[in-house]
């Protein structure tokens, strides 16, 4: 896998008690909460860090802390809606242009591979990544636009869905991902450690403990 033109951007929040992973608590406490977040987000820029890629950008909303790598520059996210975040992120950038966030702690380089392929653009305008509740955990644009984003409803059971369709209805050759399930309730933690056991989030999840009942995990792609 080869792409030194690409950029690949990872958007995310600062791991901060109470304004990260909000919706794991209960069960867990906000403070674990706030650790599987950081978590997550290391192992998502270890693996980002590790690409062979032009640029790495991490558009964060928050302060730069010890789980940042060296490698990355280092934007601010712009008030808005998410969807205006994503499109400024995109709109700082040039030449294919690869976003993912942070809560798929179970990334991994093979899964990032279609779109970061050296004739990756000749075969494709964009990468689609859906997620299993309804969302995408990456998004990839051969050109930049942020039009392609504005307006799109956010954080919806349908937004994956209407974001696909806006790339398809502007002509756009459309290379799916595999789904992913994002880290969002104690139920997807269980999945996403089970997926992922030797990672960092992995870890935790074990240390903490699982506050419910077993969950079997969902199947997922994982190269």
């Known amino acids: 896998m080869r792409s030194p033109r690409s950029t690949v951007v990872v958007i995310a929040k600062s791991p901060v008690p109470g304004r990260?992973?909000?919706?794991?608590?209960?069960?867990y406490s906000p403070e674990q909460a706030s650790a599987l977040a950081e978590a997550a987000l290391a192992d998502t820029l270890a693996v980002v860090a590790a690409l062979?890629?032009?640029?790495?950008?991490?558009?964060?909303?928050?302060?730069e802390g010890p789980w940042l790598p060296p490698g990355f520059d280092v934007v601010p996210q712009v008030p808005g809606g998410l969807d205006v975040r994503?499109?400024?992120?995109?709109?700082?950038?040039?030449?294919?242009?690869?976003?993912?966030?942070m809560d798929t702690p179970q990334l991994t380089q093979g899964l990032l591979a279609p779109a970061l392929?050296?004739?990756?653009a000749l075969r494709h305008d964009a990468w689609f990544g859906p997620a299993s509740d309804g969302g995408f955990w990456a998004l990839g644009l051969a050109a930049p636009d942020p039009s392609l984003v504005v307006g799109v409803p956010m954080s919806e059971p349908d937004t994956g869905r209407l974001q696909r369709?806006?790339?398809?209805?502007?002509?756009?050759?459309?290379?799916?991902?595999?789904?992913l399930t994002d880290v969002d309730t104690a139920r997807d933690a269980a999945v996403v450690a089970a997926l992922a056991p030797y990672g960092r989030f992995g870890r935790l999840h074990r240390h903490i403990g699982v506050p419910l009942a077993t969950v079997s995990p969902a199947r997922?792609?994982?190269v």
Do not use: Y
């Open 86 to 101: 994503i499109a400024a992120a995109f709109a700082a950038c040039t030449g294919p242009t690869l976003l993912v966030g």
């Open 52 to 63: 062979p890629v032009m640029r790495r950008v991490l558009v964060l909303d928050g302060a």
């Open 165 to 179: 369709a806006r790339l398809v209805a502007a002509g756009l050759r459309v290379c799916d991902l595999p789904e």
């Open 117 to 120: 392929r050296a004739d990756a």
């Open 220 to 222: 997922e792609h994982a």
């Open 20 to 27: 990260v992973k909000t919706r794991l608590s209960p069960p």
